[in-house]
């Protein structure tokens, strides 16, 4: 199970796109373009998609 197939469920839609183009090495100027927004708004969604992530994911369960 991939880490975006594991946090999908609890994003946005705009939280989803821009964190599967950042997790596919995109940069936030670059996903603003392809998105339509401004860049301080997906810096924004990929923040909230990564705490989001982060809460899912133990560290222990990881490197066991």
Same mark, same amino acid.
């Given at each position: ?9 609890? &994003? ?8 599967? &183009?950042? &997790? ?31 809460? &899912? ?8």
């Amino acid at each position: 199970e991939s880490v975006y197939q594991k946090v999908e469920s609890v &994003l946005t839609d705009q939280e989803k796109r821009a964190f599967q &183009l950042w &997790l596919h090495g995109e940069n936030n100027v670059e996903i603003a373009r392809a998105m339509g927004a401004s860049s301080w708004m997906t810096t924004r969604q990929i923040a909230n998609a990564r705490k989001k992530c982060r809460a &899912l994911f133990n560290p222990d369960e990881i490197f066991s």
